[in-house]
């Protein structure tokens, strides 16, 4: 059913050069425009040369475009990351909660999307962090660490956050153990969406009284209104059997794109055809089939705005003073202080993942590769730091332009 992964691979990079491009602002062509050439000569590579006399084998290293929406890029950024969170966990249980936005504020989000993916985020937060400090739940402060997806299976548009929570939390450096560490729920879910919802929407008219979003040719007062009488999205997991599961999970969806081209099951001159899990059916494994302009244009749809974070802590796991914060509790527990963060480097990271060496030739296999030149990315017009600057310039213009 599947393509081979070769050909899905170049057909799939190929599709972000398509002429519908063209069409999108600014930003997202120019981050069309770095996935289209990642890992090709484009994008620049390292030159080595295998040091066996009986081989000398000439090997280039095309050099990655790091940018966050590419399908091709984050896999080892996404181990690092999650080593260091491991060693911040406490031993305790974490619970997997999904806060979502009734369909209602979708063209509202899209219109303003910083500051509605914010509010997401404010209100799922602010949520879990009243129901942990009750008395009745855990009278404590949890740890929250959240990652923001926009897209549903299908790539629609579909805002949500996913939450790891801790069953136990932290009071005056001392640790509180989970009261409920039998049970198969974190907080209630019923009350969690009635306070999820109140907040949101206190938290959404607040900022239309103050003018911070645009709202030209919507209905708001239409759609909070529909929006209110709704059942709201708070989807709650049994909890992580392990710390180790956990992780698990992270490595899943941390660092996890819109699509992937191991989802990608054809392309033809025209459309593009996917596999895809409806969730409505039973979770039935699917296939869709679009249009290449359909296709880009719902993939676009998940660009997140420039320098929007997207994975987020709260409660005790919140940047500000978490090493002293979370030390003072490690001694309290009589457990090691947090350990030094250290930076593998990406030789040996592939080698321990996944038993690649990158200094072995890839021909004779007995040689080792050795550096002789590196070439730079040349042929993207303009250079990053030149359409950086010509972003901000067409988006100042717009801006100002009548």
Known sequence: M???????AVDFQQLFNH????????????????????????????HYQCDDPSCNHLHQQYH???????????????????????????PTGYYHVVFSVPHEFNSLTMGNRTQMYKLLFDAASATLLQFGKDPD????????????HTWGQDLVFHPHVHCI????????????????SNDKFLFPVNAMKLVYKG?????????????????????????????????????AKSPFGSVSSVIEYLGRYTHKTAITRHRIAGITEHSVTFNYKDYADNSRQKQMTLSKQEFLRRFELHFLPRGFVKIRHYGFLQNHGKAQRLNAVRKNMDLQPLPPIVK???????????????????????????????????????????QRKADTKEQLHNKASP
């Open 2 to 8: 599947s393509a081979p992964a070769t050909v899905a």
């Open 19 to 46: 002429p519908c491009v063209r069409q999108f602002n600014v930003v997202s062509r120019h981050i069309f425009s770095l996935l289209h050439v990642c890992h090709t000569a484009d994008m620049g590579m390292h």
């Open 64 to 90: 990655c475009c790091g940018n966050r929406h590419c399908p091709n890029c984050g896999g080892l950024k996404k181990e690092q990351w999650i080593e260091n969170l491991t060693a911040q966990l406490f």
């Open 137 to 148: 739940h855990l009278g404590a402060t949890c740890g929250i660490t959240m990652v923001l």
């Open 165 to 180: 929570v801790s069953g136990g939390g932290i009071k005056e450096n001392q640790w509180v153990a989970a009261k409920r």
């Open 199 to 235: 907040i949101y929407l206190a938290k959404l008219r607040k900022l239309l009284s103050k003018g911070k979003l645009q709202t030209e040719g919507m209905d708001i007062d239409k759609a909070i209104k529909k929006a209110g009488y709704k059942k709201w999205n708070v989807y």
């Open 344 to 386: 593998i480097p990406v030789a040996q990271r592939m080698l321990e993942q996944y038993g690649k060496d990158m200094s072995l030739c890839p021909k004779c296999e007995k040689g080792r590769l050795i550096l002789v030149a590196v070439v730079y990315a040349k042929q993207l017009p303009p250079s990053f730091s030149k």
